[in-house]
């Protein structure tokens, strides 16, 4: 089955930017998807990438993706305080169901 | 317009007790997906269903730990004979029917302590 790997640690300062990176095993996949977890609560859908594109941007966050390499990653510009929390890199199984996560990387902005 | 809706959101059992975690879809939503998340674990998929019908129980331990998703009313979660194990946040998210993006809605979570 699929494998996701994330690094599970970044700290970055106020203004900077992050980079959260990504593998994967399976090169089958369509979507894949980055969700914010913020403290205490649920998973909410960030953004995705169709697996034809290597760039999608939107405002202040750009994800890239190479497929030869199975490397999934995403940037977010100008990081805020608000922008802490955990971020999951999500990737379908098999026939596109269900979405398996990586362990997530828990990004921590300092001030 | 109502999102995942899932309850309760603290549960607290002793070992040796059941345990039922309910999760109502998105309206409109057919698919339901329980997620298991323990500390520095990440989010461990368990079940998949669809109305009256297990599609994919592949993460689900093989004893104790049920699901279901009736005809009428919410998905069911349920955790017999809980150990102290099973302390986690399980996570419900839904989908509608046919093919899309493949995203995935989710509840807010129910944050299970065994004792």
């Known amino acids: 089955g699929e494998d996701v790997e994330q690094s599970l640690f970044l700290s970055v300062r106020e203004g900077d930017s992050s980079v959260i990176n990504c593998t994967y095993t399976?090169?089958?996949?369509?979507?894949l998807y980055w969700y914010k977890q913020e403290p205490g609560a649920g998973l909410q859908l960030l953004t995705y990438i169709f697996s034809n594109m290597d760039m999608k941007q939107d405002q202040r966050l750009t994800v890239l993706l190479n497929k030869k390499d199975k490397h999934l990653s995403l940037r977010i510009a100008d990081t805020q305080t608000g922008d802490s929390a955990i971020y999951f890199c999500?990737?379908?199984?098999?026939?596109?169901?269900?979405?398996?996560f990586g362990k997530g990387t828990r990004l921590s902005v300092i001030a | 317009n109502a999102g995942v809706m899932q309850n309760p959101r603290h549960l607290v059992r002793r070992r040796g007790q059941e345990a039922r975690l309910r999760c109502s879809p998105m309206k409109g939503h057919s698919h339901v997906y329980w997620y298991r998340q323990l500390p520095e674990e990440g989010l461990k998929f368990m079940v998949y269903?669809?109305?009256?019908?297990?599609?994919?129980e592949s993460g689900m331990p093989k004893e104790r730990f049920s699901a279901e998703f009736p005809k009428e009313g919410p998905s069911i979660l349920r955790i017999q004979q809980v150990v102290r194990g099973d302390s986690a946040a399980y996570f419900c998210?839904?989908?509608?029917?046919?093919?899309?993006?493949?995203?995935?809605?989710f509840g807010e979570g129910s944050r299970l302590t065994v004792l």
């Open positions: 269903l669809q109305k009256e019908n297990i599609i994919d």
């Open positions: 999500a990737v379908p199984n098999s026939g596109n169901t269900p979405l398996v």
């Open positions: 399976d090169s089958s996949s369509t979507y």
């Open positions: 998210a839904s989908s509608p029917p046919g093919p899309g993006s493949g995203e995935l809605f």
